[in-house]
């Protein structure tokens, strides 16, 4: 008598499938809520058009829009690897949804990767309609793309780990609280849409060690000044990215 197979054949799928699922499931979640639509794709789409064409602030020498994209690029970065993700993970930690997750055949570090992915992914998007913008305000960039991607890479890593580290320790409520105040104060402070030269000397001399900071400079340097990979600002992004990660793997629970 000759074995039969009988389907459906219960068990887990391929690790890279399941990854895909949950990075796809991660992307269609972030979209539908209008709090985070707002922070990634409005509030960033709307400072760099206004601030562009009316002369609201002194920007310095040269184009508005030249000085204003690489500060909004910048602040769409913080607004969906740091705000957006500590927000979701923050109640997906509070309502079970993490303990849940974990039970599941996906491993844990494949969660992160989806995650990750997932803010890469939205990061993607927002670049892409920022500088589709820009371009229309006359933006005329420079400088090497392998530069900018570093930045962009290292300011993800960064934000990220600042994101997991507060999602992770804090009750839900005051997530939400600390991750809009945070984003607000980086806003104004960071150089985003402010030169730092504005702010006093001992005050500059802190901000320009914020992430935000060096990512709004580093971005500056090389798409409006055509320099090459600012070694600097870069390095305090990936300083930033090894202790955030660090006290986040050290301190994060899952429940």
């Known amino acids: 008598m000759t074995n039969r197979l009988f389907a459906p054949d219960p068990g887990a799928a391929p690790l890279p499938r399941m990854i895909a699922a949950q ?9 539908r809520n209008g709090e ?9 789409t709307g400072i760099l058009a206004l601030f562009s064409l ?25 607004s969906t690897a740091f705000t957006s993700q500590a927000i979701a993970t923050g109640f997906e ?12 055949p ?4 494949g969660l992160l990767v989806a995650k990750t992915a997932t803010v890469l992914l939205v990061e993607l998007g927002q670049i892409a309609l920022l500088s589709a913008v820009a371009f229309a305000l ?24 600042l994101a997991l580290l507060m999602a992770g320790t804090l009750r839900a409520e005051m997530t939400l609280a600390a ?11 960071g150089g985003v849409i402010v030169p730092l030269d504005k702010f006093p000397e001992p005050a500059r001399a802190v901000l320009g060690l914020l992430p935000i900071s060096a990512l709004s400079d580093g971005l500056r340097d090389v798409l409006q000044h055509g320099a090459g990979l600012p070694v600097g600002d870069l390095g305090i992004l990936l300083v930033w990215a090894v202790l955030a990660g660090g006290a986040a793997a050290a301190t994060f629970r899952w429940e």
């Open 23 to 31: 990075t796809a499931l991660e992307a269609r979640l972030l979209m």
């Open 106 to 109: 996906l491993p844990r570090w």
């Open 36 to 44: 985070q639509v707002l922070l990634t794709v409005v509030i960033p």
């Open 93 to 104: 930690r509070r309502y079970g949804v993490l303990k849940r997750l974990a039970a599941t």
């Open 54 to 78: 009316l002369p609201i602030l002194d920007l310095g020498q040269g184009r508005r829009v030249d000085f204003l994209t690489p500060g909004v690029i910048a602040l769409a970065v913080l």
């Open 138 to 161: 006359g933006w005329s960039p420079h400088g090497s793309p392998f530069a900018v991607l570093a930045l962009l890479i290292a300011g993800t890593a960064a934000f990220s780990g």
């Open 179 to 189: 991750a809009n105040l945070v984003f607000l104060m980086l806003l104004v402070g």
